[in-house]
């Protein structure tokens, strides 16, 4: 049940891109994205509901698309602040209690 | 802001103490979370409490216990600790109102480390 992860390390360069990608193999009431550094407690970045709602923050934002049951995080014009370990969360059953995946570790460099 | 506090940020003990791992939020929560992070694998759900004296197994409850007798207060027992319990621990807490709206609010962790 636990949803997939992709790619498991990115290295960017300062202003790059990336995508993050989480998969699951089951219906989804909502995926959450948080942000981890290392040695700190996981910090939630946003909420994806049902419906393909799309959440921004600052110049991190994601999508989700409900019939793929999948949702990406972009990380655009990457800051070093972005470093750190990104997780998604699902949500298979609306309680509020998720599965998470195994990480992304990005790393920004200068 | 909410707060959950973990007791002790790093601990270590013996093979076959029984351990403890206290965890407290300050926002009045219904759901309290333990976690077990390890490298590569993620975060995995030991317990979770969904009220007091309420509780439900996780994915990884096996070797573990927990305690709720108040609300702000969710505790993680390993009753005989053994080295593959070696790991860093993360409680949790969200409010029941909104369920899958609501993010979860980390503590800072416990690293534990038996001996």
């Known amino acids: 049940q636990q949803p997939v992860q992709s790619p498991q390390a990115v290295i960017l360069r300062e202003g790059e891109d990336a995508v993050i990608n989480c998969s699951s193999s089951?219906?989804?009431?909502?995926v959450h994205w948080y942000r981890q550094k290392h040695g700190e407690a996981p910090v939630f970045l946003m909420i994806?509901?049902?419906?393909?709602e799309q959440k921004g923050h600052e110049k991190i934002s994601a999508s989700f698309n409900e019939k793929k049951q999948q949702s990406s995080l972009y990380l655009t014009a990457s800051q070093l602040s972005y470093s750190g370990t990104y997780f998604c969360?699902?949500?298979?059953?609306?309680?509020?209690?998720?599965?998470f995946g195994a990480g992304t570790q990005v790393v920004v460099t200068p | 802001d909410v707060k959950v506090t973990q007791s002790s940020r790093y601990l270590v003990k013996r093979t076959g103490e029984k351990v403890f791992l206290e965890c407290v939020q300050d926002?009045?929560?219904?759901?309290m979370f333990w976690y077990r992070q390890d490298p590569g694998l993620g975060l995995r759900l030991i317990y979770f409490?969904?009220?007091?004296?309420?509780?439900e197994k996780g994915d990884i409850p096996e070797g573990y216990s927990v305690s709720r007798e108040k609300k702000e207060r969710f505790s993680l027992i390993l009753e005989s600790a053994s080295t593959n319990q070696t790991s860093m621990y993360l409680c949790?807490?969200?409010?029941?109102?909104?369920?899958?709206?609501?993010?979860?609010?980390f503590g800072d962790g416990t690293r534990l480390s038996i001996l």
């Open positions: 994806l509901l049902k419906g393909g």
């Open positions: 969360g699902t949500d298979l059953y609306s309680w509020g209690k998720l599965q």
């Open positions: 409490s969904y009220d007091v004296k309420m509780k």
């Open positions: 089951k219906a989804l009431y909502s």
């Open positions: 926002m009045d929560h219904e759901n």
């Open positions: 949790a807490s969200t409010p029941v109102a909104g369920g899958y709206r609501q993010p979860q609010h």
